[in-house]
């Protein structure tokens, strides 16, 4: 059997049609690295990190091949976080002459002939562990344990695991992120205390996303951030108002905006749907077959951001539900085919390799850094040099911090109190949103229960990239959105920053030409109060939405006629005076003044 299974060619370094720009016909320098220092030391367990796209399937199943080869295992079992992902896994290990069932189910008992191993999900094990720790004791097993930070979901899930898997001759684990916003222990990966006495996961070998970019593996990540003005009422009846990233507000109204901000039937969602599909055409003239996915909180968004993205292309999206018994097949369709978007919630999130991606819209609430990772990982699988990825997504303080921290590299900290978040790495409301979207709903109390989304425009903010912020902001729509939006697609990460820098200078040049004088050269520099100008907003935005009930007119249309006649910058960049003189016009407005 071991010669109908492996007498064939041995693992092919690379898949030449997968590998980034530079690495066919033979493995990455960091997966050499990675499998150099695993057969020098031959360890029972060990971890490898490395980023999302970075090629781990690969490495694994190189290990694989070569202890098959020499007759360490002769068994091999795979643990991957979805169903898809088994499929995925399969599919890859019969590239390179490994057969592995996928289809295997606890209540077969045992794989099919002709297979050396099977393919399953952690909650597979967890739910009979004592079925898959006899299968790996009957034969010298090598478990791949992929996404291993899933293994401490839950107290039953390690268990189940370290159950089934004790006895395994070699044990390989995987990640691309190494932590988790609780404070499980991950089973089978090492803890060392460091030096404030706190334990912290300890990886064999890391492969980081700044290091994967400088190589060319990856690709450079540009994120596209949007604000706009919000427009809610509380649970108490108030009507409240406030610019989506406002620094000086508190973290229950950034919250609302940012919820408003996703509120399929306000103005922001569509207009930041119709600037992805700009750049995503943009990047389609280099790269044809780009595609696009949009990241949605829940089931009932994902819809709805479907039906909007079908008006602004003429094109179905593909639509991805975690309840859609034919989501993995349509994944797969989509993969192969050059259609321009898909709708997710949480399929795409991880592990899942569709390398056409390149643009991006995170339209969800969730904001841990795992998931952030995670699901920009998605966009990062580069397949030729020079191809970028674009990321749009609200402009709020959690997104903002976590985009310009994409180098940083994590561990998983145990020992810390589960109720403070100085790390950035735990945060309650965050936790419980990531166990309702594991069990595929979404609490009402957490995202539509404590307000109504009112209303809503966008404007674009900034672009944030390599750890600096380019972009003065502007209207949607604007010459200034389009210096960035048109970018073309096919840079690699130095020519992206070079053009980003004379982006932002040419529109400097722009702003001072059409400043009056007197702007140009201020007196002194005045230093604005910042409670005055929330507390103008404010105030604008009420009489805006009671303009708004009067003539039914749109909230949006009210802003736009309101700096068309006022003139300045979107509500959020606009300072007193020029706050002062939109309230008194529409003062004008309502006793007949025109």
Sequence with gaps: MTETLFGGPTLPPAYPERAAWGTAPKLRAWQQEALDLYFTTGPRDFLAVATPGAGKTTFALRVASMLIESGAVNRVTIVAPTDHLKRQWADAAAKVGIAIDPNFKNSDGQHGRGFVGVAVTYAQVASKPMLHRAKTEAARTLVILDEIHHGGEALSWGDGLREAFDPAARRLSLTGTPFRSDTSPIPFVEYAQDKDGIRRSKAD?????????RDHVVRPVMFMAYS??????????EEMAASLGEAAVTKDITSHAWRTALNPAGEWIPAV?????????EVRRTVPDAGGLVIATDHEDARAYAGQLKRITGESPTVILSDDAKASSKIEEFTASEKRWMVAVRMVSEGVDVPRLSVGVYATSTSTPLFFAQAVGRFVRARKRGETASVFLPSVPQLMALANSMEAERDHALDRPEKEDADGLFNPEDSLMAEANREDKASDSLTKGKFEALDSQASFDRVLFDGGEFGTGGEVGSEDEMDFLGIPGLLDAEQVGTLLRQRQHDQLNRKNRRAPAAEQAPAGPAIPDHRMLMDLRNELAKNVAAWSARTGTPHGVVHTKLRTVCGGPPVAQANEEQLQSRLRKLQDWFIGRK
Excluded: C
């Excluded at 070998?205 to 970019?213: D, I, Q, S, V």
């Design 205 to 213: 070998y890391t492969y980081g996303y700044g290091n994967a970019l």
């Design 228 to 237: 706009g003005q919000m427009r809610w009422r509380t649970s108490a009846g």
């Design 273 to 281: 749907l119709a600037g992805a599909d700009k750049r995503l055409s």
